[in-house]
């Protein structure tokens, strides 16, 4: 039962992240009136697929990220030429279906050959109906049938390109945007759960060590070193500490609410950095409204700055190809995690959140950021960059990308094999 629930929010963290992503595009471009054909989650073989209205909502095989497709963005796949034979449903004076196959097997419907076609524009099909030009206005929704699929035309006001370019590129930010609005209300969640810490608490003290001859206890409050106020400031208790090897230090601790001085000198390591052996762990308190928002706001600015610096080892090549993680090391570190409970799953969720919305907007071609500066170029250059080049450079990039997918996670599933951590 555990194996199961572990699974479950596992799948469920990487549902959300994903989802929250694409429902930001998704609901931008239909804001913006761009029709937008399949919100998907996953790529590859549909397992799962619904039509809501003008949108097909769809759940692929592969669990890697999802896509929202707008139409305008990639050539049309259903296309009706002039000197086709086809057939048309008209209601109320127009057309609202067109069949481009199995004609014969169609009732109620006029057939002809087509000399005249605009379904961007002016909306019309001329059809050549037993030696007869006649003109049909073609419905704004129509839909276009073959092979037992239906594809609904895109007038040229639907179309991602027609739209201003403020208004693609909020539909395009807004899938990054979502998935920082998110982390930081996930981070906010984690706070009210986890609390806020108000000191340090001595976790555990290394036998042998300074701390344990100094008869330190499990459960001491830290409040000075060196008389130095230390509050929930772990990083400056260490640098002190660090910074008196062989030099005597005093540790002011409550304990049972009485304050305790302790003396102890801490041994160097084999850096020359000051021990004392000891392993502090925060005690936290409920966190009040103002605490739960501040406390995201940090949260967010130090897991920021965190991402970015990984990101510079990666630029600078300081790194080593075990040191990166595809989706089966991050599926097996949120399992891990899911175990310990809500709390450490909910921060996870949050910092994985932030991390997708960053890593999308990176000037990568294929990822948001990309096509944010095309967009930036067309909005300085007065046009936009030429669509089949601007294909192409996002072809290559989703294949790089994918590649780089690959051997991560064929690295991931040997270290699996080897029993490696």
Do not use: C
């Amino acid at each position: 039962m555990e194996m199961i629930r572990v699974i479950f929010m596992t799948v469920l963290v990487f549902f959300v992240i994903v989802t929250i992503h694409e429902w930001g595009h998704y609901f931008f471009a239909k804001r913006a009136g761009i029709l937008v054909r399949e919100f998907a989650i996953g790529f590859g073989p549909k397992l799962f697929s619904i039509k809501r209205g003008e949108t097909r909502f769809t759940l692929r095989l592969v669990p890697a990220g999802g896509f929202v497709r707008m139409a305008g963005e990639d050539p049309e796949i259903v296309e009706v030429t002039v000197g086709q034979t086809i057939a048309v449903r008209v209601k109320n004076n127009q057309v609202t279906r067109i069949y481009l196959d199995r004609l014969d097997e169609r009732s109620g419907v006029i057939r002809g050959e087509v000399t005249g076609i605009d379904l961007e524009k002016d909306l019309f099909i001329t059809l050549d109906v037993e030696g007869e030009n006649d003109r049909f206005s073609v419905h704004p929704t129509a839909l276009l049938i073959s092979r037992g699929k239906e594809t609904q035309i895109a007038p040229i006001d639907r179309q991602f390109g027609s739209k201003s370019v403020g208004a693609r590129a909020m539909s395009i930010f807004a899938g990054p945007l979502m998935n920082f609005v998110l982390a930081f209300v996930l981070f906010m969640a984690y706070i009210q759960l986890a609390g806020t810490p108000q000191g340090l608490l001595v976790d555990e003290v290394t036998k042998g060590m300074p701390a344990e001859q100094a008869q330190l206890q499990k459960g001491d409050l830290i409040d000075t070193v060196n008389g130095v106020k230390i509050g929930t400031d772990y990083d400056k208790m260490i640098d002190i500490i660090g910074a008196s090897a062989g030099k005597p230090i005093q540790l002011n601790v409550i304990r049972n609410g009485t304050l305790e001085p302790i003396k102890l000198t801490p041994v160097a390591d084999d850096q020359g950095v000051g021990k004392v052996g000891l392993r502090a762990a925060y005690q936290f308190r409920s966190a009040t409204v103002g605490e739960t928002i501040t406390g995201a706001a940090k949260l967010m600015k130090t897991m920021t700055i965190s991402i970015f610096e990984g990101f510079k080892k990666i630029i600078i090549g300081d790194f080593k190809l075990d040191d990166l993680g595809g989706p089966v090391r991050t599926a097996e570190m949120t399992s891990e995690i899911a175990r310990k409970g809500i709390t450490d799953l909910t921060s996870w969720t949050a910092l994985l959140s932030l991390y997708l919305g960053i890593f999308n907007l990176l000037p990568i071609p294929a990822l948001d950021g990309s096509r944010l500066i095309f967009l930036g170029l067309e909005a300085v250059r007065g046009r936009p960059v030429n669509p089949n080049r601007e294909s192409m450079v996002h072809f290559i990039g989703f294949a790089l990308i994918m590649l780089l997918m690959l051997v991560v996670t064929y690295n991931d599933i040997l270290r699996l094999v080897r029993g490696e951590p």
